[in-house]
């Protein structure tokens, strides 16, 4: 159940990476804010909670937790909403399955997930698993647009302390593959509603049978609405190609999707490539995969499972593997491929990870090399394929001259929602899909043949406005150079271009913006930043998630450093701790090494947005010293080098939690607006700073051996603070 009733802000929990160093950060937060009247409150958005609120008949008492998800859906809607919300997993469905596996043996009677449902209760345990899948979290909190950037101490420090770049060659043979035809961007058809609508998609196959694959998909007016699909012959023919031409080219073969946020298009498009890298192997064994429960969405290292106990199968998958080229590797030490896991390559992290590296994955060889980097579907793809050829052609970016790019996204109320919600389909048979309004009208038809992915997607009208004010606020406040990216020959971008051109000029700031298709705006940006200037990328949703990620990790190293806030339309704000992902590989080496990589950066400057906008609404003095103490005691980690080591036995994400509160403690008793609150936290500065060494030597002596938190989606709470939080002195004097 929820912990505090009605608190002033919410923090939320989560997983992995994020989750554990909440165990150790905290506590810290909720003692400082209680010196200002402040209650902090955590509700459970985490995977494993997710799937414990969806089966609360199965639990007993003591097991069941509240549905937190569904609550702070309905408090993002209330002016009074203050949430900080960490990164959460968007899981795949090998995640799922692993959550689901680890709370049954920790003794929740939970049902297994029904692969192939038959009854119509499996049916109904499958629906509500598949409703935790993907970006399940995300739609329902973003009820606002999203504002990201690098915070200001954040940039200089960057500049002032550049990363290591890799070298670009303008021979380099990396490269991007996208379908030219037969992919979601070619085949899109979009409308904007003049009245408010319910609509129904149906499937009318080949005999005249009409299937009704969705039904009350209901819009209000003005709202923009997508259909697409991608062809399933069209994908397989271009990754065959591809497959070929990269063996051709003697480079690594690599696939770039999103199996998470997009959680049913990608994972089929994935299941292609596997199909595609094994073809041989499918044709030949396809009845005794299938009678094997091999399902190739899954990966291929699912499909190693099922058939290690039949040797002819895994001769012919070595076989036909000898005769590929090299696959880019998620880990080569473990043998782990591209096509292992749906969501081991994220686009958005994946790609920023291999441009910023001069165009080098790594290999089965372990050694890094040039890559064709897949891409099938040719929406976004022109945007890595233009900052590919835009280092090829200048070298790569300066970390210490370069601007800065900031996002203004489009995103509330699941304004496009792309390929993760109920209305993307598998088509079952050949045929044609309509979508069909209640008064007849057919606002979109394709013809279609099985195994074909149909999606619709839709952005309402007030998310769309809102949007567009927030980029002209945001341009104002910087004088920034600013940049629509919006391709007016693509059907959804062109009845954006609708609303947008109009809107600008309705406040006379035309002439401050310009509209450019992704493409284009990716070579336009970075010749901004080589500059050293500075621009905002006003984009949709999906470029949103994938720009937060490229250019903080060019301009940065890292995009879990980044501000994140997000104006509720309600009046309320949502606070995200960064572009970071859930960083699995962190709890990895926690567990393997008791050290905590992690980097909470963005925890730190999201609080202080928090406290300063709770000192805004609620008029509280005490919550706006607190916010601009704890701004600058982020100031502090990254003046004074104290953000986490990678190595252990060096300070990790522990270390930097000391290092915060003291800094804390010490501005909040320098500062002289509220001598009572500079009284209150002398005392715990003085032992802060007196106790250093006693401290440290406390958090460095936990390293090197391996730690138990008792589960990794699931950690048991007791040994999770144990291992977060060793010190028995800094325990003392935070509380």
Not at 49 to 62: D, K, M, Q, V
Not at 159 to 174: A, I, L, V, Y
Request: proline content about 6%.
């Amino acid at each position: 159940m929820a912990d505090t009733p009605n608190p002033d802000i919410i923090y939320t929990k989560v997983d992995e990476a994020p989750e554990l160093a909440s165990a150790s950060l905290l506590p810290i937060i909720e003692n400082f804010a209680s010196a200002a009247g402040i209650t902090v409150g955590t509700r459970n958005i985490s995977l494993a909670g997710r799937i414990l609120a969806a089966f609360p008949e199965c639990l007993t008492e003591a097991q069941r937790v509240n549905d937190d998800l569904a609550d702070l859906g309905e408090l993002v809607k209330s002016p009074d909403a203050n949430v900080i919300k960490l990164p959460n997993i968007s899981a795949s469905g090998p995640q799922l399955e692993a959550a689901i596996r680890e709370l049954q043996e920790q003794g929740h009677a939970l049902p297994d997930y029904p692969s192939d449902p038959a009854t119509d209760a499996e049916k109904d345990v499958r629906a509500r698993y598949d409703a935790i899948k993907g970006s399940a979290v995300n739609p329902v909190l973003r009820e606002g647009n999203s504002d990201r950037r690098a915070a200001a101490a954040v940039k200089s420090f960057a500049q002032n302390n550049p990363h290591r770049m890799g070298d670009w060659s303008s021979d380099s043979k990396t490269r991007v593959a996208s379908m030219n035809g037969g992919d979601f961007r070619s085949n899109e058809t979009s409308a904007t509603l003049a009245d408010a609508a319910t609509a129904k998609i149906v499937l009318t196959g080949a005999d005249g049978a009409e299937t009704v694959l969705k039904d009350g998909v209901s819009y209000p007016a003005g709202t923009v609405v997508d259909a697409t699909y991608m062809s399933a012959a069209a994908l397989d023919s271009f990754l065959a190609d591809e497959i070929e031409k990269t063996k051709a080219e003697g480079v690594l073969f690599s696939l770039h999707l999103k199996a998470t946020m997009m959680k049913v298009s990608d994972p089929i498009i994935f299941g292609h490539a596997v199909k595609q890298w094994l073809k041989p192997v499918f044709d030949k064994f396809g009845a005794e995969l299938d009678a094997a429960g091999v399902n190739p969405n899954a990966g291929l290292g699912a499909l190693l499972e099922r058939v290690s106990d039949k040797p002819e199968i895994l001769a012919a998958i070595e076989a036909v593997r000898a005769e590929r080229p090299p696959m880019y590797m998620v880990d080569s030490d473990r043998g782990i491929t591209n096509l292992h896991v749906p969501s081991d390559v994220i686009i958005d992290a994946s790609m920023p990870a291999l441009i910023r590296s001069g165009g080098k994955g790594w290999g089965p060889d372990n050694k890094e090399h040039d890559a064709v980097c897949v891409i099938p579907d040719d929406s976004y793809a022109p945007v890595y394929d233009e900052a590919i050829k835009f280092f090829k052609e200048n070298g790569k970016l300066d970390p210490a001259t370069a601007g800065t790019v900031q996002n203004i996204g489009l995103m509330a109320q699941k304004a496009e929602e792309y390929g993760s919600h109920p209305t993307t389909f598998e088509i079952p048979a050949d045929g044609t899909v309509r979508m069909e309004l209640d008064d007849g009208t057919v606002l979109h038809e394709h013809a279609v043949q099985a195994g074909d992915i149909w999606r619709s997607a839709s952005a309402r009208k007030a998310p769309i406005e809102d949007w567009v004010n927030l980029a002209i606020e945001r341009q104002k406040a910087t004088g920034f150079r600013a940049i629509f990216w919006l391709d007016e020959t693509r059907a959804h971008d062109a009845e954006l271009i609708k609303y947008v051109r109009p809107l600008l000029e309705a406040k006379g700031v035309a002439d401050k913006f310009e509209i450019m298709a992704p493409r284009e705006a990716t070579r336009a940006s970075l010749e901004t930043i080589t500059r050293g200037e500075n621009t905002i990328a006003i984009t949709g949703n999906v470029l949103r998630d994938y720009l937060t990620d490229l250019f903080p990790i060019l301009e940065l190293a890292t995009s879990a450093k980044m501000l994140s806030i997000v104006k509720l339309m309600n009046g309320g704000g949502l606070f995200e701790t960064g572009a970071g992902g859930s960083a699995p590989k962190h709890v990895q080496q926690l567990q393997s090494e008791n050290h905590l990589r992690w980097d909470s950066l963005g925890e730190f400057c999201a609080l202080g947005e928090s406290l300063k906008f709770l000192a805004e609404v609620h008029d509280n003095a005490r919550a706006r010293i607190l916010g601009e103490a704890a701004e600058k005691a982020t100031q502090g980690i990254l003046d004074n080098g104290r953000s986490p080591s990678r190595k252990v036995g060096e300070p990790d994400n522990r270390d930097s939690h000391y290092w915060f509160a003291r800094y804390w403690a010490e501005a909040l008793a320098a500062q002289t607006d509220n001598p009572t609150l500079a009284e209150e936290f002398a005392p715990m500065a003085k032992a802060l700073a007196e106790n250093e060494a006693k401290i440290t030597g406390e958090l460095a002596a936990a390293q090197g051996k391996p730690a138990d938190i008792g589960g990794y989606y699931h950690p048991d709470p007791e040994k999770l603070a144990a291992v977060m939080r060793p010190s028995a002195t800094l325990n003392g004097i935070i509380g």
